[in-house]
């Protein structure tokens, strides 16, 4: 009888029995459920995560089997999800489609709220007269539903989940938000560990450099914050007072006030920054974080930074300031460095590029945009020097 | 022709050629598991723990190639063999866990295995308090949090309505769209919203619940 079913399946998808062990647990998922049809959503979507978390296990791949949400009895209930986190990669999404009963269909819908953030959906068909689970196949993205005829085999599957070094894909996008909760995504650094900490880096460079009769005197610092005092004046005290490193009152308020009143960017930036540093909490506070870039595939090949600084801003957006700056032996950007703000559909939106001389030479030490995206928005940030391109997905 | 035997032990070999985190050597273990399957020329039996015993097998195998000897036997008698040995060790437990029941003091497993006894006891009481507790939080909102995150700049469209919306009865995404008059840019944008900053809140709802780690729901419910 199995034997007979199974040689109808396809060549490339992999049966497996379905154990005692996983349908106990998408009883006692599914008893949760206060409606018959939410429970036999919650059973087949649990048998399909423990089927797929099986099959990886067979492969010595490593999984996170009670971190998904389709393992949090709260999230369950408000969401059809049957994700799994696949550890070092990211959320792996298991969707079950029942034979009999979808045998004749040539496609498995995907619920709207887990066509995003995942790292690929895979296909599991349940027989459960049979107990017969298969891993018919997957794809990498989904709209409301994947058809069966574009699946890709399980064997591209493994490619997919093993093949590209972790260090370079960022599975889902770098959320900016949660860096203002102080969650900063993995491989963003502070200014000070990548660049040398001796260096205020980022501070205002160029025009006038306002003198501090003594640097270490905080109270003449905030004096340089007056109104009266030129911008470029303002704006640099502004981040010396973060780099100076007091946290007081006095340092905590006269920051704040310079928030509120003043209107010159390049301060009201610096002021948000430096608020960072002296208070991370504090509601206004800005954070901004740097990542080394290789400018050319070579092992020792030349890097620049590529900052992503945000704060907050009025009606729930945040401001986002982009800067690249040279790095190790480089004192100026290369000519032809292009840094861009793309939309996620691949639309350039800005876009600003590091000059040379006639001889060739870089004529910029820095290159950067500042903007502020509506709430929720995806972007991308690319810099491309020659045949190198790197992209990073990030979401205001 | 070649027969399935020989086909699976140059099979075998191939994988072992690869490093066990290969791509490849794990390729050759879907080919191996595909042809076994379908060949229907495994050890069967009828008992409710043998597809239990057989993923222990799978996973045990797979990831023990190297022990595989051709000299001695094919691969489905090697699989074979550890099948029944696991077949064994269920049957074992299965027996124990019924002498148990039937005198259920003085017996050294009472004291071996706890766990496996506290997971016999669960029962549907925390499981409508799961419910109950965690559709309350969304109704009274205490710390004004879901209503307080919006989509975009509508107050209107926040964590707590869509949570409303999508339990316990699922209203279809487009139908909530259409009824807060969203364009389709935003009508695409509104299950990412719910993704992305309403179901993390949940989520850390029932962490605080410590209902996530069911090994912490154990202990609560021993003492």
Redesign the interface.
């Known amino acids: 009888m199995?034997?007979q079913f199974?040689?109808t399946?396809d060549d490339?998808?992999?049966?497996?029995?379905?154990?005692?062990?996983a349908k106990s647990l998408a009883e006692?998922f599914a008893?949760?459920?206060?409606?018959p049809q939410?429970a036999t959503q919650v059973y087949l979507n649990t048998l399909a995560v423990c089927i797929v978390n099986?099959y990886l296990?067979?492969?010595?791949?490593p999984t996170n089997l009670?971190t998904g949400?389709s393992?949090?009895?709260?999230?369950r209930?408000?969401?059809?999800?049957a994700d799994l986190e696949v550890v070092g990669r990211g959320r792996l999404e298991c969707r079950p489609i029942q034979v009999p009963e979808d045998l004749n269909s040539t496609a498995c819908s995907v619920?709207?709220?887990?066509?995003?953030?995942r790292i690929g959906y895979v296909i599991v068909e349940l027989d459960l007269e049979q107990?017969l689970a298969t891993l018919l196949g997957f794809v990498e993205t989904a709209n409301d539903s994947i058809s069966l005829r574009q699946l890709r085999s399980?064997?591209e599957l493994?490619?997919h989940l093993?093949?590209s070094p972790q260090a370079e894909t960022v599975p889902t996008s770098v959320?900016l938000r949660q860096w203002l909760q102080n969650t900063v995504t993995t491989g963003w650094e502070t200014v000070e560990t990548l660049l040398s900490p001796a260096e205020p880096s980022f501070a205002v460079r160029g025009g006038e450099t306002a003198v501090i009769e003594n640097p270490d005197s905080v109270a003449s610092v905030i004096r340089l914050l007056d109104p009266d005092q030129s911008e470029e004046v303002r704006a640099q005290a502004a981040g010396d007072l973060g780099y100076m490193g007091v946290s007081n009152s006095t340092t905590i308020n006269a920051l704040t006030e310079l928030l509120a009143t003043a209107e010159d960017e390049e301060t009201r930036w610096q002021a948000a920054l430096s608020l960072g540093k002296l208070d991370p909490n504090h509601p206004q506070a800005g954070i901004r974080r740097v990542r080394a870039i290789n400018l050319t595939s070579k092992p020792n090949s030349e890097q620049v930074a590529l900052m992503v600084a945000i704060m907050p801003k009025a009606?729930?957006r945040i401001g986002v300031w982009l800067q690249v700056e040279p790095l190790g032996s480089l004192t100026v950007l290369p000519g032809g460095l292009a840094l861009r703000v793309l939309s996620m559909s691949g639309e350039t939106r800005l876009q600003v590029e590091a000059r040379s001389d006639r001889q060739g030479s870089g004529l910029d030490r820095t290159i950067g945009r500042r903007f502020s995206p509506?709430?929720?928005t995806g972007f991308q940030v690319q810099l491309q020097f020659g045949s190198t391109i790197v992209t990073e997905d990030f979401?205001a | 022709m070649d027969n399935i035997h020989t086909q699976l032990r140059q099979l075998v070999a191939e994988a072992c050629t690869y490093p066990p985190e290969s791509v490849e050597r794990r390729q050759r273990l879907n080919q191996i598991i595909r042809k076994i399957m379908r060949s229907g020329k495994l050890w069967r039996e009828k008992t409710e723990y043998y597809n239990d015993a057989l993923q222990e097998t799978w996973e045990y195998c797979c990831g023990h190639l190297e022990e595989y000897d051709p000299e001695r036997a094919s691969v489905i008698t090697w699989l074979d063999n550890h099948l029944k040995k696991r077949l064994r060790s269920w049957r074992d437990r299965a027996y124990r866990q019924l002498n148990r029941q039937i005198t259920p003091s003085n017996t050294e497993a009472n004291f071996t295995d706890p766990i496996e006894r506290v997971v016999a006891e669960f029962d549907i009481q925390p499981v409508l308090e799961i419910w109950e507790k965690t559709t309350e939080w969304v109704n009274k909102d205490p710390d004004h949090l879901l209503c307080k995150t919006c989509f975009r700049n509508c107050p209107d469209v926040n964590c707590q309505v869509l949570f409303l919306r999508r339990f316990p009865s699922e209203t279809p995404w487009n139908d909530i769209a259409s009824d807060f008059d969203l364009t389709p840019a935003e009508t695409k944008d509104l299950p990412k919203f719910y993704n992305r900053k309403c179901l993390p809140l949940l989520r850390e709802f029932g962490t605080s619940q410590g209902y996530i780690d069911p090994a912490k729901t154990r202990t609560k419910r021993k003492s």
């Open positions: 199995i034997s199974m040689q399946l490339f998808s992999i049966p497996l029995f379905i154990p005692s062990q006692q008893a949760q459920q206060p409606t939410k099986n296990r067979i492969m010595g791949i009670t949400d393992w949090n009895p709260s999230v209930l408000y969401a059809d999800v619920p709207g709220e887990v066509q995003s953030d107990e399980p064997d493994l490619e093993l093949s959320n009606n729930d509506p709430p929720e979401l």
